[in-house]
């Protein structure tokens, strides 16, 4: 087991390795660069030589990779080029921001696309059924950024229930523990805060949560119809069960085991893929970390960014391999 | 093992929280809300599309970082709100010497910086000892406004490679500082109230390690004074910069030696997206924004916000660049540019209400602007002649735009990108059409590398100086005009080098009707005013040609 | 062993008969299906519009319009009058005839874009999927990789490497992000037919390895591969108009596109709102009649896994 591991860990240096020198070679061929989003109209070509040459980038791309490479080793990740803050620093607070949203998206598709799916099934071909369907399609196909805008301007500008972007009101006193705003509430028992970030947290939620919730009410509904056709069902009819012991304990267990695989799936793309929610809502998570980065060509928190997110993907599924194996013995190591 | 992949998936996510959740600590917390005690007090809540690169203004170039500089700190000279108007700041008078090289403050006394350390001669020698003597070349590269104005530094690391302008300095009593410049310049003395020459407290610029600003892999890092405690005069102090939030708190200065500040607290929140920032005011969150687009204009005057329209002091231009197309080398050919261009619709279809077409590369208010000339009349016919005339009829342009920004000069670049290249192909002209994103090539393809055949760029004034502008553009050979006449550069630096104010301006408005007459290196469009929505309980903040708005003066009712 | 003539044809009509009836099978189930028939007449209407667009509308895209011009102000859109139904947009042209132009635009957008990410998914899957071994390991590695990129970052990143972003850029990021999911797709089914009777059957005979691979798996797995297309057209015109948004689009200012102009609107919300209800309803309605369409036919070729 122990050598197994250690294998594991040697095989993903060759695969690190490779994917950083590619992430290096791919932001370097991008055209700007650090120096002229620096001087944004005050850039001269002497200025922009200057920097470069301060900055290390008019060295061959392999230098710039060595001594990349050389920090790395020792922990630093670098700096970003937009804010002159240690990258870590900042995917560090960024991350708590994009995981209570994702995770406020998951509830909310949760909580409303289970139930809908299922009525949808029991009321096959019926009104409801097409209603709730087209519904989370429609919620599908409209963009995201011209979502938040509406949400924003009905729920925020019109009737005033939330404010319209941000995590936080800057009136309200928050103590920073865990970096999750609304936890941090909780922890620091300063309840005005809690409920501040929930209410900031409600409209990216939703705005996030269409596609989530149209896949989930889809499986469901899907599911259930088979669970229903099944033979189990019928002879659980047949034998004279209640309709609601039924559905309880046969259908709704059973049709479950799809979607909860699904939902598995929707979390990683929810994370990293709120790109455009962040950038409606002014959130500050991941997504608009990255999108910042490649806008203006910030090659040390791209670089972090991806390779941190390449690492914990390596290394996750070695975890993941190592569970199998101790989970089920027929699964060998070797 | 495909959902063996698809739970690594989420587990990458999870566990990535755990390994971070320690960077996670953060100020937060130290922004909490104190009582309020002026005369007005409250806090005011004001949206701004970016965030401050810091908080020193000697390394700040940007007007995102100079607003909050400006409030915290003083310059010796400032310009009289509302106007590029020199106005009397920590010092009460200046006189030149002679020949201008030399200039004598009288400064204000009884000043004293936020840290409790008096303001005097010796304070402001020390800032302008310190700003020459800056140590290194991430130091110097980061201080350009500084190199730009006084052209070197002591031991010249970097691309400033010029004798410094400045000589030295005296204090021969504490309300009397003397500058002693190598040259005279014209950029004096209005230059003397950049924001980036604000005074710094000696004391606070030592203890916290001012002048430690370093290259860390490829970027820059920040000593904990431009970081963490700026200290200056200003009305405003440094309370906190919450990242996490993307705010930046002041609190009042109660020993200011002005008038002090109405609110007792001053918070910019960093808004990027235009329509967030709009619609947070809408909602009531905060009580202003910078950089209204033009066309909410209207809408918001009519739900009863105010619009601060701010004097128009920049100018937009379609640039040319001769190296890369010879056919531009043809003046007619560059003539037949101007008449093609209907300068009067774009201004009226695509620029905000007070937006001018520009006669020349300066806005009026500017000293030199030759109020003899009139702008290029809108003639395609005359257009088509003269490309005809030059064997031109079949011209082919590679007509660059930037995508991703706005500028104040330029509020929706690709509208008027397209309005241009619909002017352009009625005579005839075709019009490749090349977007690049700001930062992302544009610069560099215009600036660095001149790469394009037309062009998109503009400029907003730093003080009332015609230089600012012309000597911006035209003072040498550049990239982006890719002009090599000499005559034209001489013409800018002598101009520049006639110091005394009348000389100086009759100088600059010669060289404003020679480069409409003689060289038209590219086509000056426009000049248009930026604004400033409030929400209409605020009052007292006056618009700023310069963008140098002053909150101490606002109150909320 | 030589394997006759007569025996080659046989086992080609077998699988040509078994295809034809599983296909009027489906299309018997969609003519039942009233969302199959909704979808089908939104897309239809859709290409008619795009294919006669130009006949439709009664201006260019780029024309500007004197009289349009003369009440255009940033912060006052004129609205509809005599001539042009639905008024001016942004720079004094008609909005009208921009919207039904684009319907072109943005269905080329859409396919293009899919077809791309089709034939190169297609030929990774087939290659994946015939040969196996070390080749679909090493295949199948790169596409996890550009699965586990949410669709819209990888977009990004690849438009963003673009000198300049332009249709050809946003087609081609819009794309990649099809390619792992056909890829994943073709070479599941080839898989599953690789131990199936024909399959066997037809290695058995003789057949070249090449032969087998292109008429007998590759016919039988693209069904899967076609609904999925139809599903990836809808995304596509959502991926082209998010690009937009964030400023990768095409920047053809002329060209009229849904996601360029609803992109474009973002600044007239308050002005005009209805530069961006045009558009974005029909967005909306197009990428419902695929995602109709395509999940219709989903149902139709596999009807026990509804998912």
């Not at chain 1, 979607?259 to 809502?281: P, R």
């Amino acid at each position: 087991m122990l050598r197994f591991v250690l294998r594991r860990l040697v095989q993903v240096i060759p695969t690190l390795l490779l994917l950083s020198l590619l992430v290096f070679a791919w932001l370097r061929s991008l055209p700007g660069g650090p120096a002229s989003a620096f001087l944004g109209d005050r850039a001269t070509p002497q200025r922009i030589a200057e920097l470069n040459r301060i900055l290390g980038l008019d060295q061959p791309v392999l230098v710039q990779y060595w001594r990349f490479l050389v920090r790395v080793a020792s922990g630093d990740f670098g700096t970003s080029t937009i804010t002159g803050e240690p990258v870590l620093a900042e995917i560090g607070r960024a991350l708590p921001a994009t995981i209570e949203l994702s995770l406020a998206a998951l509830v909310i598709a949760v909580v409303l696309g289970i139930p809908l799916g299922y009525v949808a099934a029991q009321y096959r071909g019926r009104p409801l059924d097409v209603t709730t369907v087209i519904g989370t399609l429609i919620g599908v196909a409209v963009p995201v950024f011209f979502l938040g805008y509406l949400l924003k301007s009905v729920f925020a500008v019109q009737l005033g229930w939330f404010p319209p972007s941000g995590r936080q009101a800057v009136d309200v006193d928050a103590t920073n523990v865990t970096g999750f705003a609304v936890l941090d509430g909780f922890l620091t028992q300063e309840w005005d805060a809690s409920l501040d970030a929930l209410s900031h947290l409600v409209l990216p939620a939703v705005a996030l949560a269409t596609i989530p919730l149209a896949v989930i009410v889809r499986i469901t509904r899907a599911s259930v119809l088979d669970v229903l056709g099944s033979d189990f069902v019928r002879t659980a009819n047949s034998k004279g069960l209640s309709p609601s012991t039924v559905r309880g304990r046969h259908v709704l267990r059973n049709a479950l085991l799809p979607v909860s695989t699904t939902i598995g799936l929707q979390v990683g793309l929810l994370l990293a893929g709120a790109v455009l929610t962040e950038k409606v809502f002014v959130w500050g998570g991941i997504g608009t970390l990255l999108a910042g980065a490649i806008e203006q060509r910030d090659y040390p928190r791209l670089q972090a960014l991806l390779l941190l997110g390449a690492l914990v993907y390596v290394l996750v599924n070695l975890l993941v391999d190592l569970s199998y194996a101790i989970i089920d013995p027929r699964v060998r190591l070797s | 093992m495909r959902s063996a992949r698809r739970l690594s998936a989420l587990f990458a996510a999870g566990a990535l929280a755990v390994t971070l959740a320690a960077c996670a600590q953060s100020e937060r917390g130290d922004g909490a809300a104190q009582g309020g005690s002026g005369a007005t007090g409250g806090t005011l809540v004001f949206g701004v599309p970016g965030a401050p690169d810091n908080f020193d203004p000697i390394f700040a170039q940007d007007g995102e970082t100079f607003r909050p500089a400006r409030q915290m700190y003083d310059t010796l000279i400032t310009y009289k709100q509302g106007t590029a108007e020199l106005a009397p700041a920590l010092a009460l008078e200046w006189t030149p010497s002679a020949d201008f090289t030399e200039w004598t403050f009288k400064l204000r006394e009884g000043v004293k910086f936020h840290d409790g350390t008096d303001f005097n001669a010796e304070a402001v020698c020390f800032n302008f000892n310190r700003w020459v003597n800056l140590p290194n070349a991430a130091a110097q590269a980061q201080a350009i406004y500084y190199s730009d104005t006084f052209e070197g530094f002591t031991n010249n690391q970097a691309s400033a490679t010029g004798t410094p302008v400045f000589n030295s300095c005296a204090a021969p009593d504490p309300a009397t500082a003397v500058i002693k410049l190598n040259k005279a310049k014209g950029a004096f003395p209005a230059a003397f109230g950049l924001t980036s020459l604000s005074m710094s407290s000696p004391a606070a610029l030592q203890q916290y390690n001012a002048d430690q600003i370093e290259q860390s892999g490829e970027a820059f890092t920040y000593g904990p004074y431009a970081t963490e405690h700026p200290t200056g005069t200003g009305p405003f102090k440094f309370e906190s910069y919450d990242r996490t939030a993307n705010v930046i708190t002041l609190v009042r200065n109660p020993d200011y030696w002005g008038e002090p500040a109405k609110v007792d607290k001053l918070i910019f929140r960093v808004i990027p997206d235009e329509n967030a920032r709009k619609q947070e005011l809408q909602a009531g969150t905060i009580d202003g924004y910078d950089y209204p687009s033009p066309a909410d204009w209207e809408s918001l005057k009519s739900s009863g916000y105010n619009v601060l329209v701010r004097p128009v002091f920049n100018i937009l231009y379609m640039g040319i660049n001769q190296k890369n197309n010879p056919a531009l080398q043809d003046i007619r050919v560059r003539q037949a540019l101007a008449y093609a261009i209907d300068r009067e619709s774009l201004v009226r279809n695509q620029l905000p209400e007070g937006a001018v077409v520009a006669t020349q590369f300066l806005p009026e208010t500017v000293d030199g602007y030759a109020s003899d000339l009139q702008p290029i009349p809108y003639d395609p016919e005359r257009a088509k002649a003269l490309l005809a005339e030059a064997g031109q009829s079949n011209l082919t342009v590679n007509f660059y735009y930037p995508t991703e920004v706005t500028r104040p000069y330029m509020p929706n670049p690709t509208n008027i990108f397209t309005a241009l290249q619909e002017n352009l192909r009625q005579v005839g002209i075709t019009v490749n059409a090349v977007p690049q994103p700001w930062n992302g090539g544009y610069l560099d393809s215009i600036t660095a590398n001149g790469v394009h055949d037309l062009h998109l760029l503009g400029w907003t004034g730093d003080y009332n100086d015609a230089g600012n502008f012309l000597g911006t553009f035209f003072g040498r050979n550049k990239p982006e005009f890719g002009i090599t006449d000499q005559a034209l550069f001489q013409q800018v630096g002598a101009a520049d080098a006639t110091v005394d104010p009348a000389g100086h301006a009759a100088a600059y408005e010669q060289v404003n009707r020679d480069l409409m007459a003689k060289y038209l290196p590219a086509v000056p469009l426009s000049s248009s005013p930026p604004a400033i929505v409030v929400r209409e309980n605020v009052t007292g903040l006056i618009p700023s040609p310069l963008t140098d708005e002053r909150f101490y003066t606002v109150s909320k009712g | 062993m030589t394997v006759t003539w007569a025996q080659r044809r046989k086992a080609r009509l077998d699988d040509l008969s078994a295809g034809r009836s599983l296909t009027s099978e489906a299309f018997r189930r969609l003519r039942r299906e009233p969302a199959a028939i909704a979808g089908a007449v939104i897309v239809g209407l859709f290409v008619v519009v795009a294919a006669l667009a130009p006949l439709i509308a009664p201006h260019g895209a780029a024309e500007t319009f004197p009289q349009l011009q003369e009440n255009l102000r940033p912060g006052a859109i004129p609205g509809p009058q005599d001539g042009f139904p639905l008024g001016s947009d942004q720079l004094g042209r008609d909005f009208f005839s921009r919207v039904i132009l684009a319907a072109q635009q943005t269905l080329l957008v859409g396919v293009l874009a899919t077809l791309i990410g089709l034939v190169v998914g297609i030929v990774i899957g087939t290659v994946a999927g015939a040969f196996g071994g070390w080749v679909d390991t090493l295949l199948m590695r790169i596409t996890d990789v550009l699965l586990a990129i949410p669709s819209l970052l990888l977009a990004i990143s690849v438009a963003a490497l673009a000198a300049s972003p332009s249709q050809t850029t946003v087609i081609i990021a819009v794309a990649i992000v099809g390619v792992p999911i056909f890829a994943r797709l073709l070479r599941g089914s080839m898989l599953a037919q690789r131990e199936s009777d024909h399959v066997v059957a037809a290695t058995s005979l003789g057949v070249k390895r090449s032969a087998v691979v292109l008429r007998h798996m590759l016919p039988n797995a693209i069904g899967p591969v076609i609904v999925q297309a139809t599903l990836t057209l809808a995304t596509s015109i959502l991926d082209a108009a998010a690009l937009s948004f964030l400023g990768l689009g095409d920047a053809d200012p002329a060209r009229a596109e849904w996601g360029l102009m609803l992109a474009q609107a973002q600044t007239y919300l308050d002005v005009r709102p209805a530069l961006a209800f045009y558009p974005a309803a029909a967005i909306i309605v197009v990428a419902l009649g695929f995602t109709l369409l395509g999940e219709s036919l989903r149902e139709a070729i596999d009807p026990k896994g509804r998912r």
